[in-house]
């Protein structure tokens, strides 16, 4: 079964300090892992992705970590800003089987809050 | 650029009604998905279309709801007839470039159904 599992559910963190999301997978397939983030009443939106055959991607203040081995993966904010307050959400996709793009299997949402 | 465009942002309706969700995708893509999301279930792909062809519809819930997407730049997502568990946020997605997997997501349709 495709599932994404995710948490924590909600985080509040300090401004200033770092916030880690984490997510499980258990289809060894999947290929392609993005964060999406959400404000409220918009859609998601891509924020950063890692394929499997690295370890770590950077993005700003934004760093994904990949364990191919334990199935896991995490998004760190560092030096988190009330500005990204918002729901975070986790996905991953099997790899394409030709035509176009298959659907992205989403972790159940982490709603972010930054004090400041 | 335009992105993806939803319609009614916002619909409230009686159960047993019927409700049609609008999407436009964004120009020149060639995949559309559609995504429920709710605060029990999170985001659930419900339906995905490659070049106008459903190709998964494994996410449907049930009979009652069915999508069409008669041309590369309009896609329904149709509820007939609609009950109160109906009630969520309903999202179209579109996509194109297939190595990066980008979807680009709609602000949305918010069914209230009473």
């Known amino acids: 079964q495709q599932q994404v599992k995710q948490s924590p559910q909600s985080l509040i963190v300090q401004k200033g300090g770092i916030s880690i999301i984490n997510c499980a997978y258990e289809?060894?397939?999947?290929?392609?892992f993005p964060w999406y983030q959400q404000f409220p009443g918009k859609g998601p939106a891509l924020l950063i992705a890692?394929?499997?055959?690295?370890s770590e991607k950077k993005e700003g203040r934004f760093t994904i970590s990949f364990n191919k081995s334990a199935k896991q993966f995490s998004l760190h904010i560092m030096d988190s800003q009330p500005g990204d307050s918002a729901t975070y959400f986790c996905?991953?996709?099997?790899?394409?089987?030709?035509?176009?793009?298959?659907?992205?299997?989403f972790g159940k949402g982490t709603h972010l809050i930054i004090q400041p | 650029d335009a992105g993806v465009i939803q319609s009614p942002r916002h619909e409230v309706t009686e159960m047993g009604q019927e409700v049609t969700l609008r999407c436009k995708p964004i120009?020149?893509?060639?995949?559309l998905f559609w995504y429920r999301q709710t605060m029990m279930r999170g985001l659930e792909l419900l339906i995905y279309?490659?070049?106008?062809?459903?190709?998964?519809d494994s996410g449907m819930p049930e009979d009652r709801f069915s999508a069409k997407m008669p041309n590369a730049s309009f896609s329904t997502l149709k509820i007939q007839p609609s009950e109160p568990r109906d009630s969520a946020v309903y999202f179209c997605?579109?996509?194109?470039?297939?190595?990066?997997?980008?979807?680009?997501f709609g602000e949305g349709s918010r069914l209230t159904v009473l």
């Open positions: 997605a579109s996509s194109f470039v297939a190595d990066t997997g980008e979807l680009f």
């Open positions: 120009s020149g893509h060639n995949s």
């Open positions: 996905a991953a996709r099997l790899p394409y089987s030709g035509g176009g793009a298959d659907g992205l299997t």
């Open positions: 279309f490659n070049n106008n062809v459903p190709i998964d």
């Open positions: 890692i394929r499997p055959d690295v």
């Open positions: 289809n060894t397939a999947f290929d392609y």
